[in-house]
């Protein structure tokens, strides 16, 4: 979820629920594959306009937007995909239903954010073991 003014424990909360269960990409998890579940969470930073020349992979994700369409992407999906900055402008442009060049057009908003990412992994790397 982008913006809002809601605490952080309250948005993780329901996205987590709708991810879940509302999510119309996948189905409704069951109950027993929550124990199979690896949970990752990316708390974004404000959003910042960015010109295509600064975009770092692998730092910034981005939100490509115009009127009431937007696209999103975390940064890790370049980074993990190994896209140049040029090719991750046109994959966000094209999740939010534009054509891939939708970038280069004036009335196209393009926003930069960083993410801090916890990994369910990482915390239980750190716990003894049972």
């Known amino acids: 979820r982008i913006g809002g003014d809601q605490p952080l424990v309250r948005v993780v909360a329901d996205c987590a629920r709708s991810a879940a269960l509302e999510d119309p990409r996948f189905r409704p998890l ?3 594959e929550i124990e199979e579940t690896e949970i990752e969470l990316s708390v974004l ?3 910042e306009e960015i010109a295509p020349a600064r975009i770092e992979v692998g730092t ?3 939100v490509v937007s115009r009127g009431w369409r937007r696209g999103v992407l975390l940064p890790q999906v370049a980074l993990e995909r190994r896209w140049s900055p040029e090719r991750f ?3 966000t442009c094209v999740k939010a239903g534009f ?3 939708a970038w280069k057009d004036q ?3 393009i926003h930069g954010f960083t993410a801090e990412i916890f990994c369910e992994a990482e915390f239980r790397s750190g716990l003894p073991e049972q």
Request: proline share 6%; net charge negative.
């Open 89 to 91: 402008l046109e994959e």
């Open 30 to 32: 069951e109950t027993r």
């Open 107 to 109: 009335e196209t908003r």
């Open 60 to 62: 910034h994700g981005l």
């Open 99 to 101: 054509d891939r060049d």
């Open 45 to 47: 930073s404000p959003l």
